[in-house]
């Protein structure tokens, strides 16, 4: 069974627009840990933001921050005020359980800045 | 901090040839580290779990003796690609983890990734 699930197809963003990219999660583990990372084209994996199944507030890193709404099971990442720099592909990611550190990938989303 | 150096980038090579990749932590020690592979368009699939001075723990599917991993130290480990056939072309990146008091907490530290093409 797919753990996260990214399903959007690739989008393009207006510069200095906000993009939201969905993801959705299945577990069963109560405690588990979302990440995002963004991929450029040369290949390297950033790492963006995180947020704890226990958080009880959304996280944000700078421009990110995430819409974690547990109920649904879905940690939707918010982009503000895109750049250039942000065309990439970004993946959800998870691990289950305390100290499990083994990371699931979701499919990734394209995203494409215009001017 | 916590860079992740991959080496090499690029490697282009004959069929039969094996060929290691290297992953470093370059300012922190890693106990654990992962290793992935991508195919283009698509996303990062577990192969194994490093883990140093132990084992490492391999995905369903993959197969041990193809892929050889060593983690001889807390900054180091290695992916051998043995006798590699054009199906192993791939994009294979490493990541370390430094555990943090909770644990589950810590993203994982990417290196930037070698793209393996056999001809």
């Known amino acids: 069974a797919q753990k996260i699930t990214q399903t959007q197809p690739g989008m393009f963003v207006q510069e200095k627009e906000a993009v939201t990219l969905d993801c959705t999660y299945d577990?069963?583990?109560?405690?588990?840990?979302l990440f995002w990372y963004k991929q450029p084209s040369s290949g390297e994996m950033i790492f963006l933001i995180y947020?704890?199944?226990?958080?009880?507030q959304n996280a944000t890193e700078g421009r990110y921050s995430l819409n974690f709404q547990k109920a649904r099971k879905s940690a939707n990442l918010v982009i503000s005020a895109s750049q250039l720099g942000d065309s990439a592909m970004y993946f959800c990611?998870?691990?289950?359980?305390?100290?499990?550190?083994?990371?699931?990938f979701g499919k990734g989303n394209q995203v494409v800045v215009i001017p | 901090g916590a860079v992740v150096s991959q080496h090499p980038s690029w490697v282009i090579c004959k069929s039969g040839t094996s060929v290691k990749i290297e992953c470093r932590s370059l300012d922190f020690q890693a106990t654990t580290m992962f290793w992935y592979r991508q195919f283009p368009k698509q996303s990062l699939m577990l192969m194994a779990t490093s883990n140093e001075g132990s084992k490492a723990t391999y995905e369903q599917g993959v197969e041990k003796d193809k892929f050889l991993i060593n983690h001889a130290s807390l900054t180091l480990s290695t992916l051998t690609v043995t006798s590699a056939h054009p199906e192993d072309s791939s994009f294979y990146i490493c990541?370390?983890?430094?555990?943090?008091?909770?644990?589950?907490?810590?993203?994982?530290?990417f290196g930037d990734g070698t793209r393996l093409s056999i001809l």
């Open positions: 990541s370390a983890r430094v555990a943090g008091d909770r644990g589950d907490d810590q993203p994982q530290h």
């Open positions: 577990t069963s583990d109560p405690s588990y840990g």
């Open positions: 990611a998870m691990t289950e359980g305390y100290g499990n550190n083994r990371l699931a």
């Open positions: 947020q704890g199944s226990y958080d009880q």
